[in-house]
């Protein structure tokens, strides 16, 4: 069970950023700083072969017959953490079995650091802990084997592991790996957190630890997974080179390795975040030339439900199928959801990924936040991936010839994940959602009778200056934009094109024309949308449908979704910029963190400590709908004093603040040795957004603060906002202490209410608002805890009123998305005095909130 606050304590910011010391290295960070040069003679039990440390890449000379596709499996790093036993690694493995994981070909079950704290006996042999392991290590691997799956263990190249002292093999290589294979394992991850203290040379050291595995004394085959994940600089300036770090890995890999890291890692434990996915993914296509069977670039793990939305994890494992990377699954299985679980086992994608061929898969195509990625396949097909990086719904097109396929007078495109096939004239087109992937597999020519290949986009609403998403303003006319477009051989005939929006909202209907559609031709609808005066703030759906016909007879429809954003109530009067609900917000290590450092712990900079404010990590962007009526923001920036805690490296950033896309205060590249006071012209400004960079050196250790944050304003809109009661007092009926009911209708967004969790109480539980007076109310909004910590987050709500406290009647229930968005809920109008929200569901099995208002009717 998670700790339901455990983001809140005092030492969680110190235990993330030693998770990135040590194993997490994100963005960059190091296992520690170097401590010694170690000499160059090999170990004492590394094989003496020579060692080629500059093989020709691609060159195709695999180490062994083993991985002549990538390989697939689980690892126990970014779901269990270093805390594991025997029991565990039985039940993850009958879960890879029961599962249907193993029957889909997922066979490693890979113990990662955690395994062993770095004893040895007077021979050199490694001993493990008797609680931890009571059988001993040959009899984990004898139960993966019972089970039909295979074996894989961990260490590191050097002295020290990531884990902590002696946890690695230099100078025991022969002898670790004759162990290992004596235990009966069947794979092998080196890492070099030992290795980068100690100053060796990658390619010389993995090259011993492969001719070491190949000389096993017991003549095991044993895959062997390179992770050096240090990029450049990673441990302090200079260290390692990129002539030591993991963007060289490729130069030897092929021939030394199975497989070898090519980016840092692409999360931390219980958390793997769509940002990293990208990175590790761009820097994994650098080399596909180095790719092949037995030795294939590796991007690190798949990371479904430890921070991605649904489809980004989908997204994830389409790219890394068109990369021909390794598919190792880094969660939980045992916890994961069926839905996951199905997506995992997608055999046509899956088809993609071990393709027999072996090559990698290449980016040919950007069309603005949209990839375009193709895979030749071993038949003469292409899998074509269309991939959407940004926030919005994205149309991505290109052609069957730009694929790499011969021209023909008709194509046949099979989606992968709807499992359709249909007939194009060469045009391969999708509207892809925001963080998602398409994947086809396209091939020359087309049985009868397919669908025509037709493409609706998704509605589309005229930019916001200074900002990304689609806002919709309650009063006000939003013009509304969709197409729908016919890329088959033959006409479709009977289009109908109509926009469906929220209740209340007008301007919604039916498009004009339509009728038949040429192949090659785009329908049209345009539609003026208004949302009511007083709509509540937070994201709704507009739905484009299109029905039409094909082949005279076969009847279609299909529809395309667009979220767009009603703002919260701009601000009014003097106030601090850290208590106004925000637009969006990201941070480059946990979440943006209002009133606090990023980690929770308070602001403090150079020995200063601050109440209000800001706190994120490099790179950063948070962004305020201000309406126009603001005129000035001031306030401190500068790196926390977190920093100090953790070492000499990184503590640099920029910060900018931007007024509607243009710059009003830039502050430069700031270190830890200064604060830097500015004031902010926000006269007329729509949409303010907070900026903070990495100042040229990545986003190691930056810990950046924007103090203070105080926000002059005119005075409060009223209409077309809605109109919030003012509560008298709030109960429920548990709360931890410190995290009172009051919390929750406090107007700040950094207090939240938590339910009792030690003892955990358990759900439904509920928080009460007093009005002070009766008053028609019909619509709620509910602000999530917007820390690093998701307990409490509530996703099944009861919504009841009562006039005197006593008998209450319901008046709305529902489910929320189990993230940090704010949610809404409104109902017919009704009079009370008492609102009682009450969470049936909640992330972890319990309940929290940070802010609860109540609208006003009539």
């Not at 953490?81 to 249907?100: E, H, N």
């Not at 029957?103 to 004893?119: E, F, I, K, M, N």
């Amino acid at each position: 069970m998670r700790k339901p606050l455990a983001c809140l304590a005092a030492g969680t910011l110190l235990a993330g950023l030693m998770a990135g010391l040590t194993a997490g290295l994100m963005a960059g960070p190091a296992s520690a700083a170097p401590t010694a040069t170690a000499p160059g003679r090999a170990p004492a039990h590394a094989a003496t072969a020579p060692v080629r440390t500059t093989p020709r890449p691609g060159s195709g000379t695999a180490i062994n017959d083993l991985a002549r596709t990538p390989y697939l499996g689980w690892n126990t790093y970014y779901g269990l953490g270093s805390t594991y036993d025997f029991d565990a690694i039985k039940r993850v493995t009958d879960s890879l079995v029961s599962r249907g994981l193993k029957a889909a070909g997922y066979r490693y079950v890979w113990l990662d650091g955690g395994w062993w704290s770095g004893t040895r006996n007077d021979q050199g042999s490694i001993t493990v802990e008797a609680k931890q392991w009571p059988s001993g290590m040959k009899a984990v691997a004898d139960y993966i084997h019972s089970r039909g799956l295979k074996a894989g263990i961990y260490t590191d190249a050097g002295k020290d592991g990531c884990g902590g002292t002696a946890q690695g093999s230099y100078g025991h290589y022969q002898q670790d790996v004759d162990q290992f294979a004596s235990w009966g394992y069947d794979a092998v991850k080196v890492d070099f957190c030992g290795g980068t203290n100690m100053h060796l040379v990658p390619a010389d050291a993995y090259g011993q630890f492969r001719d070491a595995l190949l000389a096993n004394s017991s003549h095991r085959p044993m895959l062997f997974n390179i992770c050096n994940p240090f990029t450049p600089g990673a441990a302090g300036p200079g260290d390692p080179p990129l002539e030591r770090s993991v963007y060289n890995s490729y130069t030897f890999g092929p021939t030394t390795g199975n497989s070898w890291r090519t980016d840092t890692d692409v999360g931390f434990v219980h958390s793997v975040q769509w940002s990293d996915v990208l990175r590790n993914m761009d820097h994994d296509a650098a080399h596909p030339e180095a790719a092949g069977p037995g030795h294939w670039n590796d991007p690190d793990y798949l990371g479904p439900e430890l921070g991605m939305t649904a489809d980004q994890a989908r997204a994830q494992f389409t790219m890394w199928s068109v990369l021909a990377a390794p598919l190792i699954v880094g969660s939980d299985v045992r916890a994961l959801s069926q839905g996951t679980i199905d997506m995992l086992t997608n055999r046509d994608v899956l088809a993609v990924d071990q393709d027999r061929l072996g090559v990698q898969g290449t980016r040919i195509a950007i069309q603005g936040s949209g990839d375009v990625w193709v895979r030749r396949l071993a038949n003469g097909d292409r899998a074509v991936a269309l991939l959407n990086r940004g926030g919005t719904p994205l149309t991505i097109t290109t052609s069957a010839t730009a694929t790499g396929l011969g021209h023909a007078s008709q194509y046949t495109l099979d989606d992968l994940w709807s499992h359709t096939r249909t007939e194009s004239a060469g045009t391969i087109r999708a509207t892809v959602p925001p963080g998602s992937a398409v994947l086809y597999r396209v091939s020359t020519g087309a049985h009868p009778g397919l669908a025509p290949s037709a493409t609706l986009g998704a509605p589309t609403v005229p930019a916001t200056p200074g900002w990304t998403g689609e806002l919709a303003l309650p009063g006000k006319a939003t013009d509304v934009t969709a197409g729908f477009t016919n890329d088959g051989r033959t006409p479709v005939t009977d289009v109908k094109l109509s926009l469906g929006a929220p209740s209340g909202w007008t301007g919604a209907g039916e498009a004009s024309g339509g009728g038949t559609l040429p192949t090659g031709r785009t329908l049209t609808g345009r539609w003026q949308l208004t949302a009511p005066a007083g709509t509540l703030p937070g994201r709704y759906a507009l739905t484009v449908k299109v029905a039409y016909k094909w082949g005279g007879r076969h009847a279609e429809q299909r529809t395309a979704q667009l979220m767009v954003q009603v703002p919260s109530t701009p601000p009014g009067g003097d106030g601090y910029l850290s208590d106004q609900p925000w637009l969006n917000a990201s941070s480059g290590w946990q979440v943006p963190a209002p009133d606090a450092s990023v980690g929770g712990t308070p602001i403090t900079m150079g020995g200063t400590a601050y109440d209000r404010g800001l706190g994120v990590a490099s790179p950063s962007t948070v962004d305020y709908y201000l309406g126009g009526d603001c005129t000035r923001l001031t306030g401190t920036v500068g790196i926390d004093d977190a920093v100090n805690a953790v070492g000499p490296q990184g503590g640099t950033a920029s910060f900018t603040v931007k007024a509607d896309g243009r710059s009003r205060y830039d502050s430069g590249n700031v270190d830890r040795t200064a604060t830097h006071d500015f004031t902010a012209d926000l006269a007329g400004v729509q949409v303010l957004s907070l900026q903070v960079g990495d100042a040229g050196d990545g986003g190691y250790n930056d810990r950046a603060d924007w103090a203070g944050l105080k926000l002059t304003c005119g005075t409060a809109p009223a209409t077309p906002w809605p109109a919030f009661a003012t509560p008298s007092s709030a109960t429920a009926t548990t709360a931890h202490e410190g995290y009172p009911a009051s919390a929750a209708i406090d107007g700040r967004q950094a207090t939240i209410w938590h339910d009792e969790f030690s003892p955990q109480a358990p759900l439904p539980q509920s928080v009460t608002v007093d009005l002070g007076q009766v008053r028609a109310v019909d619509g709620l909004t509910y602000q999530p805890r917007l820390d690093a910590g998701t307990t409490g987050t509530v996703t099944g709500y009861r919504i009841e009123v009562s006039s005197d406290g006593s008998a209450f009647t319901k008046v709305a229930d529902g489910q929320w998305s189990d993230d940090k968005e704010l949610k809404w809920a409104a109902f017919t109008s009704a009079q009370a005095r008492y609102v009682r929200l009450t969470a049936t569901s909640g992330d972890g099995g319990y309940a929290s909130a940070a802010e609860i208002r109540l609208r006003q009717s009539g």
